[in-house]
RNA sequence: GGGCGGAUAGCUCAGCUGGUCAGAGCGCUGCCCUUACAAGGCAGAGGUCACAGGUUCGACCCCUGUUCCGCCUACCA
């Protein structure tokens, strides 16, 4: 073995080795009950990100962890076609080739996304690969594959057919950059510093009196329908029923009470109305039956024909007609300035909508769209959380969750783009021609109107069954990529056929995944499953935090703080990334990700590597076993520890707490297994042929191995290079069986007792380090003991002590000859025993070795500490209420821990003493 | 506006149902190339647990309020 652990020629190799064997793969007939997680499929145009490692990571260890403990463990792997993101991927190759995706065609448009897909959309399944992630391959998916195709045409065709799809024009969240509609949640809201515009609108019939209006967006008070006040204000609801004229047009419109609208402390107390280009104006404008002027077009620029409905002033017109929204703002309050209606502007905060994919400030936008009616669904989806069917962990995400779905919109799925699930409804040329809901813009190239009716089904129909015409046109629009990705834990097991899939993996286990995607995507999962499987998508639901740099900023590329896990993983290796990870997963915490902390782990996979190596040197010589009562102490102490820490590891895994699980298995492996026990091993082993020598071999090996099987799903790669190294049994640690914690090696007296050996030589070190004794290697020492049976164990250990200590000698005598043989210039130190028994070491040297002042120093900052707590404790026992109420176990530790603090007090001041009188000159 | 979370060592964070819980890692200081490991060993310094009240025999932990910082959500135009 190598010096230093050196992941890059490891990680391959063993991937490699694992995916010839066939290791990730789960059969339906596999043995075990089922344990199964479906990935939550990343889009074909990303490249692994830190979220990505994070959330892949911790499925990796639950899948691992769960294989080694005999589950058959299925973890399907799969890509997201992502519609939008996709698309402009591909239309910006166009634009450098010199072309648009309108010039291609719609067929050869797709057809070059196909390609692109296939040349570039598998990189980041290579990445998820590097990262070690042992999907079953073999069960690879992508959304728009045609077995998940199929899934989707008949989920359509389903709700359709059960009322929960309908059509209709309603005001939706428009991209005028991507050109399409977006659902409520892919708008991002933004703080932003807006103005607050006040303009007079002039009484129809009472011109000098006028009503002033306070809105944000002045442009689009041009497609005002209406004025709303408070129906009882008394500032203004006389006015209800009268007309005013609109400034700019040649318009009057009425002005209306409207209590739902209307907040008569904000503003002016007025409201404009443009049910065309607001949320709350349009469902006022429904309330008061007003007209909808729609003023812009699909890119947000003033809209020549919107301007003529709304008979905007010729000259204005003529000025505004294919302006931009910002553009046409300025323009609007200068005409209003000039024509004496802007009272004031003011500044005011107020969020902005975004599109979340290209970052546009989206437009409320009428149009024909499709929408699930939602809430039908939702309420199973409730329930099942409430119920406790289906768990959030950390379980603070349950209201987030609750509270969304009970207060849920229906849900825009039809996006007006080409790559994605195409919807399956057709349009009869002919009936629509006859009805004027489809109007043929040009050859081969319909609008649909609102009224359009649809034909909903699976296959294209052949014909149109009310006139039996032939010439049938297919909706244009696509599905929301969510709306596929929300039966991803079905489809992706064969639905809508009836396979052994379905009936041995669903409902799948836990879901890992961030809580950006909670709405997006887990809620909608669950309400499909519930309604086409009748059984929740997964049991746990997993959610892990964002990671952000150092900083806690949001990593981004345009920040530049962007640590690439590509770049983490050639550096420190694969495993310090996942450990890294792993082990910053606190719940409800974001993971601010340094480098340096990377690069500790890092160094953690090294220390494991040479301990491996230290085992390898010493695998030579007999082996012998023996019932545990039988092996030397320390070994006794490690494999006690060592089940402490499987049962430790594993509940942590248990309840999600990899934070926990790592920090475990790190403190365990260097600070209990490295520092002492191979520590202790070492001299057992000076004697090769030793029958101690035999079985502390055995020990050494089984504990090591057994930790590696403990720490596998964590960091695969060293663990399984290591392992084949030593003594083992079976052909990959991969399918090794995970560990089980044995009570029967839990040995409290064992432990207790090398804990006194631990702090003896612990002390003895300490003392050395004050004298700065280090590097002088002849030093003896001198230990008095009270207690008989402490006694015969530390003469036991004495070899041991000394040589841990670096003490040539030592010297075990009774306590009470302690004053007789103290030597005059000696460093002294004490430990306390559990059950208060003392414990004086003396180590001689020479008078001017001794730092006197130092050892002074450093008593006295103890005794400090000692006095302090000695006075609460005295505090708590002397207070009868406290005796009286206090469970007896607290008090009877109290006092024990009294006890203690009082002798070493006691003895240190008696220490003290002496030390003064040796400063001030004389001899002790 | 509503909701959630956070504030503990220089930094990043643990601290589970109140009773050695004041901890870990990194960083820092001193001493060490001790035959697995200098990506290391040994030892050490460092905190009024944001602030103010309250409950309790006892509070980092529970309650109330305050301040600051995140995030989610919302139609105050």
Redesign the pocket.
């Given at each position: 073995m190598e010096?230093?652990?050196?992941p890059k020629q490891v990680e391959q190799r063993w991937y490699q080795a694992w995916a010839d064997r066939g290791s990730f793969h789960a059969s339906v007939t596999g043995p075990g009950s089922p344990y199964v997680i479906v990935i939550p499929p990343p889009n074909i145009t990303g490249s692994l990100h830190m979220g990505h490692a994070l959330n892949n990571t911790i499925q990796d260890i639950l899948i691992r962890w769960r294989r080694m403990q005999g589950r058959n463990a299925l973890w399907v792997p799969g890509t997201d076609h992502a519609g939008i993101a996709t698309q402009n991927v591909v239309e910006k190759q166009l634009l450098a080739e010199g072309t648009t995706r309108d010039k291609l065609g719609r067929d050869r448009f797709i057809q070059r996304v196909w390609e692109w897909k296939a040349r570039s959309g598998g990189a980041i399944i290579e990445q998820l690969k590097r990262l070690g992630s042992s999907c079953d391959w073999e069960r690879l998916r992508f959304t728009m594959d045609e077995g998940l195709s199929k899934a989707v045409r008949e989920v359509f065709v389903r709700l359709y057919e059960d009322g929960l799809i309908y059509r209709g024009e309603r005001l939706i969240n428009w991209c005028p950059r991507c050109l399409t509609a977006l659902s409520?949640?892919e708008v991002?809201?933004e703080?932003a510093t807006g103005k607050?515009y006040h303009i007079r609108y002039p009484l129809a019939d009472d011109p000098p009196a006028h009503l002033t209006?306070?809105?944000?967006?002045p442009e689009t008070m041009l497609g005002d329908t209406g004025v709303a006040v408070h129906p009882e204000d008394p500032r203004y609801n006389r006015f209800i029923g009268k007309k005013v004229r609109l400034p700019l047009t040649r318009r009057e419109i009425p002005i209306v009470g409207d209590p739902?609208?209307?907040?008569?402390?904000?503003?002016?107390?007025?409201?404009?109305i443009t049910p065309a280009h607001?949320?709350?104006d349009f469902e006022a404008g429904d309330r008061h039956g007003l007209a909808r002027i729609a003023l812009f077009d699909q890119q947000a620029r003033l809209d020549p024909g919107g301007l003529r409905d709304a008979q905007v002033d010729d000259a204005l017109q003529a000025r505004l007609a294919s302006t931009p929204v910002r553009e046409a703002r300025a323009l609007v309050v200068e005409a209003l300035e000039k024509g004496g209606f802007l009272a004031r502007i003011e500044d005011?905060a107020?969020?902005l909508g975004k599109c979340y994919r290209c970052k546009t400030v989206v437009e409320p936008y009428l149009s024909p769209q499709w929408f699930v009616k939602i809430r039908p669904l939702a309420a199973p989806a409730i329930k099942a959380v409430e119920s406790g069917q289906i768990r959030l962990i950390p379980e603070?995400w349950t209201?987030?969750y609750l509270?969304?779905m009970r207060?849920i919109k229906d849900w825009c799925i039809s996006r007006q783009i080409w790559w994605g699930h195409q919807i399956p409804a057709w349009y009869c040329v002919n009936c629509g021609r006859d009805t004027g809901t489809l109007l043929e813009t040009s050859k081969h190239s319909y609008t649909l109107t609102a009224e359009a009716k649809p034909l909903v089904a699976r296959h294209a129909p052949s014909h149109c069954p009310d006139c039996g015409h032939h010439q049938l046109v297919r909706d244009p629009d696509v599905l929301d990529t969510w709306f596929s990705s929300a039966l991803w834990p079905f489809s992706t097991l064969g639905w809508p056929d009836d396979t052994p899939e379905l009936k041995t993996f669903y409902p799948t286990s836990t879901l890992v995944t961030g809580?950006?995607i909670l709405?997006f995507w887990v809620a909608r999962m669950i309400m499909m499953g519930l309604k086409f499987m009748g059984r929740e998508p997964f049991r746990d639901v997993y959610i892990h935090a964002l990671v952000r740099d150092?900083?806690?900023q949001?990593m981004s590329k345009s920040k530049g703080n962007v640590i690439d896990p590509l770049a983490v993983m050639d550096k420190y290796g694969t495993d310090a990334l996942r450990f890294t990870l792993a082990a910053?997963a606190?719940?409800?915490?974001?993971?601010?990700l340094?480098e340096?902390?990377i690069?500790?782990y890092?160094?953690f996979?090294?220390?494991l590597w040479?301990?491996g190596?230290?085992i390898v040197?010493n695998l030579e010589g007999p082996r012998a076993t023996a019932p545990v009562a039988e092996r030397p102490v320390a070994d006794r102490w490690i494999l006690s520890r060592l089940h402490r820490c499987i049962g430790e590891v594993t509940a942590s895994l248990e309840t999600y707490?990899f934070?926990?699980a790592a920090?475990t298995l790190?403190?365990f492996i260097?600070?209990e297994y490295?520092?002492w026990y191979?520590?202790l091993a070492?001299p057992a082993l000076a004697d090769k042929a030793s029958p101690e020598a035999a079985l502390t071999r055995t020990t050494l090996i089984e504990t090591f191995e057994t930790l590696l099987r403990l720490l596998h799903p964590f960091m695969p790669f060293i663990t399984e290079e290591i392992w084949q190294a030593i003594p083992h049994a079976g052909e990959s640690i991969m399918v090794a069986r995970y560990p089980t914690m044995d009570g029967a090696f839990i040995d409290e007296v064992v432990e207790r007792e090398t804990e006194v050996t631990l702090n003896v030589?612990?002390e003895v070190?300490?003392m050395?380090?004050?004298h700065?004794a280090?590097?002088f290697k002849h030093l003896s020492g001198m230990v008095w003991v009270e207690d008989e049976v402490i006694a015969r164990h530390l003469e036991a250990k004495r070899p041991l002590i000394s040589k841990l200590a670096?003490l040539t000698d030592l010297k075990i005598r009774k306590m009470k000859d302690k004053a007789a043989e103290l030597p005059a210039n000696a460093a002294t130190g004490s430990v306390v025993l559990p059950g208060g028994h003392l414990l004086d070491i003396a180590i001689p040297l020479s008078a001017d070795t001794m730092d006197i002042p130092r050892e002074i120093t450093?008593k006295e900052?103890r005794l400090k500490e000692l006095t302090g707590q000695l006075e609460q404790d005295e505090k708590?026992l002397s207070?009868p209420?406290?005796v009286a109420?206090?469970?007896p176990d607290?008090l009877k530790?109290?006092q024990a821990?009294h006890e203690?603090r009082r002798i070493e007090h006691h003895r240190l001041s008696g220490e003290l003493q002496r030390l003064r009188r040796m400063a001030a000159g004389g001899s002790a």
């Open positions: 010096k230093a652990y050196d409520d949640i991002e809201h703080d607050l209006v306070a809105t944000t967006r739902i609208l209307v907040n008569r402390e904000f503003g002016t107390g007025a409201v404009k607001d949320f709350n005011h107020m969020a603070q209201n987030n509270g969304w207060d809580f950006d709405f150092a900083e806690g949001k910053m606190s719940p409800g915490r974001d993971i601010k340094s340096e902390r690069e500790g890092r160094n996979a090294n220390k040479n301990a190596r230290f040197m707490r934070d926990e920090n790190y403190h260097w600070h490295c520092d191979v520590e070492k030589i612990a070190r300490n050395r380090s004050v700065k280090a590097s670096g450093q900052k708590k207070n209420e406290f109420k206090v469970p607290v530790k109290t821990r203690e």
